[in-house]
C-alpha cells in the first residue's frame, strides 16, 4: 500500500539553528499539505501545494518558515532559525486533488524538539 | 468560514462498551466532515468521510458516523471498543467556504479500559 514518507522522524536542535523536513508524497498525488501539530492539539495548515505551485501559505510564518516543492513530487520545508516556541509534530500530507471530499493521507510525521 | 467543535478532551470507556466521541461543525455551505485516528507519534489515519451520498457512513474497524444537518454534528461511534481503539480521534471539516482546506477538531483521547 503507498504511503507519505517522511524524514527524520525525530530531531532536537539547539534554538537559533536551522533544520529541515522531507516529505515524499502518494505517487500521483497533485496535492501536498504541511502542517504543525502542537501537543495536544489537532493539525494546523501550513502551507498548501497543488503540484509545485503554493495555493495557501497564509499561516506560514515567512519569517522563519519556507517551503518548496521544487518539481511537484517531493518537498522541503525549513526552519532558519528555530526558536522554542517552533517544538512540535510537523506532519506531511497528500491527497490526489484538493477540495471536493478528497481524503487526505498522512505521513508517519517529524516531531522536532527545539532546545 | 468553517470549524469544528469536538466535545470532552478525553472520553473514558470500559472494554466492550459503546464508544461515542462527540463532533459539531460550523459551516455556510454544504461541508465534507471526517473522522482521523492517531495513534502515539504516528500520522493520521482515515477512519471514515461524509460526502453528501449518504447520512450514515461506515468506516474502518467497525467504526460509523451519521451527519445530523439539523444538528451540525458527525458524530462517531462504535458498539463494542477494543483496546486497541485507545487512541486520539480528530473530527474535520471542509467545504468551499474555507478553499477545500481541512480544518480540524482539537481531538479526543479515547481511554480504554479493560
Known amino acids: 500500500e503507498a504511503e507519505v514518507a517522511q524524514s527524520p522522524r525525530y530531531k532536537i536542535t539547539e534554538k537559533s539553528q536551522a533544520v529541515a523536513f522531507w516529505c515524499d508524497p502518494i505517487?500521483?498525488?497533485?496535492?501536498l499539505y504541511w502542517y504543525r501539530q502542537i501537543l495536544g492539539q489537532g493539525p494546523e495548515l501550513l502551507v498548501q501545494f497543488q503540484d509545485e505551485s503554493v495555493v495557501d501559505d497564509s499561516q506560514l510564518p515567512k519569517d522563519r518558515f519556507s517551503a518548496e516543492r521544487l518539481k511537484g513530487v517531493d518537498s522541503t520545508l525549513k526552519i532558519q532559525p528555530a526558536e522554542l516556541g517552533d517544538s512540535a509534530m510537523y506532519l506531511c500530507?497528500?491527497?490526489?486533488?484538493?477540495?471536493?471530499?478528497?481524503?487526505?493521507?498522512f505521513g508517519p510525521g517529524t516531531r522536532l524538539t527545539v532546545t | 468560514a468553517q470549524s469544528v467543535t469536538q466535545l470532552g478532551s478525553h472520553v473514558s470507556v470500559s472494554e466492550g462498551a459503546l464508544v461515542l466521541l462527540r463532533c459539531n461543525y460550523s459551516s455556510s455551505v454544504p461541508p465534507y466532515l471526517f473522522w482521523y485516528v492517531q495513534y502515539p507519534n504516528q500520522g493520521l489515519q482515515l477512519l471514515l468521510k461524509?460526502?453528501?451520498?449518504?447520512?450514515l457512513v461506515k468506516g474502518i474497524n467497525g467504526f460509523e458516523a451519521e451527519f445530523k444537518k439539523s444538528e451540525t454534528s458527525f458524530h462517531l461511534t462504535k458498539p463494542s471498543a477494543h483496546m486497541s481503539d485507545a487512541a486520539e480521534y480528530f473530527c474535520?471539516?471542509?467545504?468551499?467556504?474555507?478553499?477545500?482546506?481541512?480544518?480540524f477538531g482539537r481531538g479526543t483521547s479515547l481511554i480504554v479500559h479493560p
Open positions: 461524509y460526502t453528501s451520498a449518504a447520512t
Open positions: 505517487s500521483g498525488h497533485a496535492t
Open positions: 500530507a497528500s491527497s490526489y486533488l484538493s477540495g471536493q471530499g478528497y481524503e487526505q493521507y
Open positions: 474535520a471539516v471542509s467545504s468551499s467556504g474555507g478553499s477545500y482546506i481541512p480544518t
